[in-house]
Nanobody, 122 residues
Framework: VQLQASGGGLVQAGDSLRLSCAAS????????MGWFRQAPGKEREFVAA?????????WYADSVKGRFTISRDNAKNMVYLQMNSLKAEDTAVYYC???????????????WGQGTLVTVSS
């Protein structure tokens, strides 16, 4: 499975941004897709995830709950992260990831994209 993230950029606090992740390859083997982020000097952390197979369960980190929305389009093999009310502390490299198991907030996902930088100026 290959993942290609896009949509990052420089925005001001309070703005919105939508990240996209295109998946290719053996996507039928996936059970979950998620977004993680890594700020400078910090460890990679879970942001959001969505069930890839049956059902549309979603999970969010407390820090983004109510501001970010993850969605999927299986027909297009796409996952999106709509980010609203962005804060300076959301600044990070955002990674798209996919897993063949249901390890929701683990950094042990099987597949990772290259990351896209989101910078929020205050």
């Amino acid at each position: 499975v290959q993942l290609q993230a896009s949509g990052g950029g420089l925005v001001q606090a309070g703005d919105s941004l939508r990240l996209s992740c295109a998946a290719s390859g053996r996507t039928f083997s996936l059970r979950i897709m998620g977004w993680f982020r890594q700020a400078p000097g910090k460890e990679r952390e879970f942001v959001a995830a969505v069930n890839w197979g049956g059902g549309r369960s979603t999970w969010y980190a407390d820090s983004v709950k109510g501001r970010f929305t993850i969605s999927r389009d299986n027909a297009k093999n796409m996952v999106y992260l709509q980010m609203n009310s962005l804060k300076a502390e959301d600044t990070a490299v955002y990674y798209c990831a996919a897993d063949r198991r249901l390890r929701v907030d683990s950094v042990e996902y099987d597949y990772w994209g290259q990351g896209t930088l989101v910078t929020v100026s205050s």
